[in-house]
């Protein structure tokens, strides 16, 4: 009878390994492109994400592999039971065997038996299978908590897209406002110049002003389509599909929480964290697999079945061992392995105590940019107030006759300067917001920070 079989660290579960961040920048296509124009908000888009971006699907191809790997250990645990038909025929010379009786034929047969048979092999008792399989499970949960934690990355990856898209249409219309005041303040030139009242100068410079607001527009609008392609590839809506963003870039001032409440939260809530709990208990019990390969095993062998000339003439025979194993002398082997586990477990420690940090950096970091463009907001939107009061007295002053337009043509640079950074500066808010809530694991809450909370 064989000995047992030990199992070897090589053989065990590895721990899950988070998708590529390159991933959740794609997605699977589903459905086909429509002449109709798609009103898209930011609960449709999340929600589209959460079925096809590309990142979370990859996670949950993991969950699959893992379940798979915790069977495949579970049935080491299990009896397995086989059963196999087997048909003989045979014929032996017996001179060739060295066998030379007198009165007996040299050759014996032909001659043939039917064996009907079912054989059972099941390792009853070993420590180390039952903690191979106890750390397959920890892997098990970790890759679901792995799926949870890359659902809040799909939210948090949409909703800098969504709110992306809302900036360049927010810069669009700025831009196209400017446009259309630099057209009035080129008339104004043309019509000055023809009445001789101003210089060809001030015409010229009101044209360039004019044209370099157009070439402004015509970036702004490839930027805002392309973003658009990128949101509509992450949410796996057809590329050719026309959408427009239903909802406005919000504004609303964030109610800062007890940092230190936050970044307990955080530390309770997020999945990549529980997952990481998950692969420790996991290296912990693959530590106690390694230790436990050097006590005895035990292991049953049976086999039952019919076998004789045919089915007609048979009779049932039984086969029954039991085996214990007991490790002699493989010193470097368990040593070994004792190694490659325990350095497995202080690694994981190691990188889950850095991903506590690292949590906390996340929320204290979160909270430090929405301090920063909260006040970034408020002061660029005084700015384009007042660099639009500036254009006005430069307009009316020019339109008088009192000053050239060199003056507008300052005011008008300031006005598109103040829009770009206003328009900014509320995207890197809201942004901020978003990361403060993946920061502290309750991304699907999104609607809830954005909105002030």
């Known amino acids: 009878m064989p000995a047992f079989s030990q199992i070897s660290l090589g053989s065990q579960q590895s721990a899950p390994t988070p998708p590529p961040a390159s991933s959740y920048q794609g997605g699977v296509t589903k459905g086909t492109a429509t002449q109709d124009t798609l009103s898209l908000t930011l609960d449709d888009a999340v929600q589209r994400g959460l079925q096809n971006n590309l990142g979370l699907l990859l996670s949950n191809t993991q969950i699959t592999s893992a379940r798979g790997e915790r069977l495949q250990d579970l049935q080491k645990l299990l009896p397995s039971v086989d ?7 045979q014929q032996v010379d017996l001179a060739a065997e060295g066998l030379r009786i007198p009165g007996v034929p040299t050759v014996i047969g032909p001659f043939g038996y039917t064996d009907l048979r079912a054989n059972l092999s099941w390792t009853v008792f070993s420590l180390n299978s039952i903690k191979t399989y106890l750390a397959s499970k920890h892997y098990f949960e970790a890759s679901k908590l792995s799926a949870e934690d890359a659902k809040q990355m799909v939210i948090l990856t949409i909703g800098n897209a969504y709110l992306k898209v809302l900036a360049d249409e927010a810069q669009i219309d700025a831009t196209q406002a400017q446009v259309e005041t630099s057209k009035v303040s080129l008339d104004q030139a043309v019509s000055n110049h023809a009445a001789g009242t101003a210089p060809r100068l001030d015409q010229l410079r009101a044209q360039v002003d004019y044209q370099s607001l157009q070439q402004q527009l015509i970036v702004a609008k490839n930027t805002a389509e392309k973003d658009k392609l990128a949101l509509a590839h992450i949410i796996g809506l057809p590329l050719a599909q026309k959408f427009e963003v239903a909802d406005k870039a919000p504004y609303a001032a964030f109610d800062q929480p007890d940092v230190q409440t936050a970044i307990k939260q955080a530390l309770d809530t997020r999945k990549d964290r529980q997952a990481s709990t998950e692969i420790t208990k996991a290296n912990q019990d693959e530590r106690k697999a390694a230790t436990y390969d050097r006590l005895p095993t035990v292991k049953a062998d049976a086999d039952y079945g019919d076998i004789g000339v045919n089915v007609r003439s048979s009779h049932g025979t039984v086969d029954a061992t039991g085996t214990l194993t007991i490790p002699i002398f ?15 477990l202080d690694q994981q420690l190691a990188q889950q105590s850095d991903l506590d940090a690292q949590i906390e950096a996340d929320v204290r970091d979160a909270l430090l940019d929405i301090a920063s463009s909260q006040q970034q907001v408020e002061v660029s939107k005084s700015n384009v107030d007042l660099s639009e ?26 006005v598109a300067e103040a829009n770009s950074q206003y328009v900014n500066s509320l995207y890197q808010h809201n942004v901020a917001k978003l990361n403060l809530a993946r920061a502290m694991g309750v991304a699907q809450n999104y609607k809830q920070f954005l909105g002030g909370k």
């Open 83 to 89: 059963g196999n038909i087997k048909e003989a025929y």
């Open 330 to 344: 493989k010193e470097m082997q368990f040593r070994g392995e004792a190694q490659v586990a325990q350095a497995q």
């Open 389 to 414: 009061q500036e254009l006005s007295d430069a307009q009316q002053r020019y339109k008088a006759g009192v000053s050239d337009n060199l003056a507008v043509s300052d005011a008008q640079r300031s």
